[in-house]
Nanobody, 122 residues
Framework: QVQLVQSGGGLVQAGGSLRLACAASGRTVSRYAMGWFRQAPGKERQFVAT????????IYANSVKGRFTVSRDNAKNTMYLQMNGLKPEDKAVYYC???????????????WGQGTQVTVSA
């Protein structure tokens, strides 16, 4: 079993930055891909970014490319999402998750974090 505990998030003005963290416990996730998704009210869960187990391969949604950076520290069993240039449309609950391989579809992920709210004011 893997437990993913998220931290970070909060309220920021448009153009500001936030960093999310996703810490794994229960089993090392250093050999697993990890990803970030988000879900706005009334909308489906949306892919944001994913990173391979080594941390040298990433995929981003077009909507966040160039603004968000996903990274991981396997020694700490933790993945991060640095979010810069935040826009009001980035407002959502953000979730982290693990997968065997980097993937865009949420169905490929097995363990999920509890979610953390990100709110961006105009």
């Amino acid at each position: 079993q893997v437990q993913l505990v998220q931290s970070g998030g909060g309220l920021v003005q448009a153009g500001g930055s936030l960093r999310l963290a996703c810490a794994a416990s229960g089993r090392t996730v250093s050999r697993y891909a990890m990803g970030w998704f988000r879900q706005a009210p009334g909308k489906e869960r949306q892919f944001v970014a994913t990173i391979n187990w080594k941390g040298d391969g990433t995929i981003y949604a077009n909507s966040v490319k160039g603004r968000f950076t996903v990274s991981r520290d396997n020694a700490k069993n933790t993945m991060y999402l640095q979010m810069n240039g935040l826009k009001p449309e980035d407002k959502a609950v953000y979730y982290c998750a693990t997968a065997v391989l980097p993937a865009i579809a949420a169905g490929n992920y097995d363990y999920w974090g509890q979610g953390t709210q990100v709110t961006v004011s105009a």
